[in-house]
């Protein structure tokens, strides 16, 4: 799946799949998305929106 194809199938652009994808974005990833857009990737994907937030709690 290209970023383009996940960017439309939760409602965002592409530029902010790039931006929430980006090194420099990635220590602040919990700051730049929303917990309703977490629990969305969560449902239609599989994951957990709390990993998803906030990353693996194991580390």
Sequence with gaps: MTKT???D???VTQNYICILTSEV???ARGS???PSLAK???LKYGYDPDWILYGDKNE
């Design 40 to 42: 969305l990737i969560g």
């Design 32 to 34: 730049n998305i929303s």
């Design 5 to 7: 194809e996940f960017a």
């Design 25 to 27: 974005s990635s220590a």
């Design 9 to 11: 199938s939760i409602g």
